[in-house]
C-alpha cells in the first residue's frame, strides 16, 4: 500500500485483514518450478491439523492470503523462499509454519522447508506510523520556530535605526530615505542626521558647514524643504545662509543654547510631531492634491507602519517605468491604488475597479482566518493556503495576478511573489522593507478603506 502525505510516497504493509506474515525457506534435490512448491504446500499439509485448519478451506474464508515463492534453480537443485499472508491468531499461524516444516518432499525430490520467522504486520505499521508523527512533528516545530523567529526579526527590525549613506561629490551625510522622499530635512552636521534616524526620519542631509554645497541645491530641487537646526548663534547664521540659497518650506529648531545632536529621539519626535501633517497640507491645497497626496512618502519605521506602506507604492509621477505599460491611478472612496496597466487593450479604469471589488469580496472571508488567496488574470482564484505556507506555494502559482492575505507582508514574500509574476499584493500591513520592488504595488486593508487603522493591530 503506497500513502502519499505533502508529494512523498510512504511504502506500508499491503495488509488489508493480514496479521502475520510466515516466511520460509527450501531446499530441493532437484528442479521444481513455483506450481511445484505451492502443490507441495498445499498436498501434504491437507489433512495433517483437521479440516479447520486445511489451507484450502482457510483461503476461503480470507484467513489465508496469496502465497509468494519464489524458486532459485542451479544444476540439479532449487532453493528459494516463500511467503504467506495469515489473519489467524499466532498459535494456528505457528501451527501452520510447523506443518509446513515437515515437508520433505516436492514431487519425487528430496526436500527441506524451514521457517525464516514469522512477522507481526500490525508492529510494522505502527512503526512507519510511528516514524511519520515524529516526521510530522519536527517540521511543525521547525516551522513554528521559523516563524516565531520572523515575528522577533520584525520586531526588532522596526526599532532599528535607519542607515546612513552619503550624497553627491561632496559626500554629504544624510539617511536612505533622501533619494524618494518629497521632502527633505536640512540639518548641520553628520551626527545631527544620525540622531535623526534614531528618531526614525530618513530623509535628512547635513550641509557640513556655512558654505551651502551645490549638492543641496540639486538635491532640494522640485522638493520641500524643512531646516532643523541648533538652538544657537550659530544656528542663526546657518539659517540666514540657507534662506538665501533654498526656499525653506518650515523652519524647526533644537531647544535653546542646545544642539540638534544633543536632543533625544523623543525630543525630536515632539519637535518635528507637525512637520509631516503641515508637508501633506502643502500637498492637499495644491491644484494637483489628489497626484501631490500619493506622492507624498515618508521614511518613518518608527513611527508609523502606514509609512512603510507608502514606501512601497510606485510613484508614478516620479519612478521609470517600462514604456510598453500604461500609467494610471484612479481613486475608490478617496482610496488610491497606484499602478502600472500591463495590457494596454484593458481599461486602467475598469481594471481598478475589479481589483478592489475582488479584495472587497474576499476580505470578509478571509479576515482573521490567517489564510491568504492567489488570483489570476481573470480575478478567478487560484490558490487558497495558510498565510504560513504561502512563501512555500506561491512559486506554484505562475499566472497569478492578486495576493490577499490576512497577515503581514514581510520581505522575503514579496520576493518570492516577484518571481512568481504577482503584481499587487494585499495585506493587513507591512514588515520593515528594506529592499521595494517597483514592480509590485503593494496596500493594505486600511488603505482600501475596510478597516480603521487604529484598529488594524496584526
Known amino acids: 500500500m503506497i500513502n502519499k502525505i505533502n508529494n512523498e510516497v510512504i511504502k506500508m504493509p499491503n495488509t488489508g485483514i493480514v496479521k502475520y506474515h510466515v516466511k520460509l525457506k527450501f531446499d ?3 528442479l521444481v518450478e513455483k506450481a511445484d512448491i505451492i502443490g507441495a504446500i498445499f498436498g501434504q499439509t491437507e489433512g495433517l491439523l483437521g479440516p479447520e485448519m486445511n489451507l484450502n478451506e482457510l483461503q476461503k474464508v480470507s484467513k489465508v492470503g496469496r502465497i509468494e515463492v519464489n524458486v532459485d534453480s542451479k544444476s540439479n537443485s532449487a532453493k528459494g523462499d516463500a511467503l504467506i499472508p495469515m489473519s489467524t491468531d499466532i498459535s494456528t499461524a505457528a501451527l501452520i509454519a510447523a506443518a509446513i516444516e515437515s515437508i520433505d518432499k516436492v514431487g519425487p525430490f528430496q526436500a ?3 521457517l525464516i520467522g514469522i512477522d507481526d504486520i500490525r508492529a510494522i505499521k505502527k512503526k512507519i506510523i510511528v516514524d511519520r508523527a515524529k516526521k510530522i512533528v519536527q517540521e511543525w516545530a521547525t516551522k513554528t520556530i ?26 554629504l551625510a544624510c539617511g536612505v530615505g533622501v533619494f524618494d522622499s518629497d521632502w527633505i530635512i536640512l540639518v548641520e552636521g553628520r551626527a ?3 540622531n535623526l534616524l534614531r528618531a526614525g526620519f530618513e530623509n535628512s542631509i547635513a550641509i557640513e558647514g556655512a558654505k551651502i554645497d551645490e549638492t543641496i541645491l540639486k538635491l532640494t530641487h522640485g522638493k520641500r524643504v524643512v531646516a532643523f537646526i541648533d538652538g544657537d ?3 542663526d547664521l546657518i539659517l540666514k545662509e540657507l534662506q538665501g540659497l533654498v526656499k525653506i518650506d518650515r523652519v524647526y529648531r533644537a531647544p535653546a543654547g542646545r544642539e540638534v545632536e544633543e536632543c533625544t529621539p523623543l525630543e525630536i519626535s515632539e519637535i518635528l510631531k507637525d512637520v509631516e501633517q503641515y508637508i501633506k497640507n502643502i500637498y492637499s491645497n495644491s491644484p494637483n492634491s489628489s497626484n501631490s497626496e500619493n506622492q507624498f512618502q515618508t521614511r518613518n ?5 502606514t509609512n ?4 512601497n507604492m510606485i510613484d508614478m509621477n516620479t519612478k521609470p517605468i517600462n514604456n510598453q505599460q500604461n500609467k494610471a491611478s484612479v481613486e475608490d472612496n478617496n482610496n488610491k491604488i497606484t499602478y502600472a496597466n500591463i495590457d494596454k487593450n484593458i481599461s486602467p479604469i475598469k481594471e481598478d475597479e475589479v481589483i478592489i471589488s475582488t479584495i472587497k469580496q474576499i476580505f470578509p472571508e478571509i479576515n482573521e482566518t490567517l489564510e491568504a488567496v492567489i488570483f489570476d488574470n481573470s480575478m478567478k482564484a487560484m490558490i487558497k493556503v495558510p498565510v504560513s505556507d504561502i512563501v512555500k506555494r506561491i512559486s506554484n502559482s505562475q499566472g497569478g495576478k492578486l495576493l490577499v492575505l490576512d497577515g503581514i507582508i514581510t520581505q522575503r514574500l514579496i520576493e518570492a511573489a516577484n518571481k512568481a509574476g504577482i503584481q499587487y499584493i494585499i495585506g493587513h500591513r507591512t514588515s520593515s522593507i528594506k529592499k521595494p520592488i517597483s514592480e509590485i504595488r503593494i496596500k493594505t486593508f486600511s488603505d482600501i478603506g475596510l478597516i480603521n487603522h487604529s484598529n488594524n493591530g496584526r
Open 112 to 114: 527441506k522447508f524451514s
Open 28 to 30: 530441493v534435490d532437484g
Open 192 to 194: 545631527d542626521v544620525i
Open 301 to 305: 519605521n518608527v513611527q508609523s507602519t
Open 233 to 235: 548663534r550659530a544656528g
Open 308 to 311: 512603510q506602506n507608502q514606501i
Open 146 to 171: 521559523s516563524e516565531g523567529e520572523e515575528m522577533l526579526k520584525d520586531v526588532y527590525d522596526a526599532s532599528k535605526p535607519g542607515r546612513l549613506t552619503t550624497f553627491g561629490k561632496a559626500q
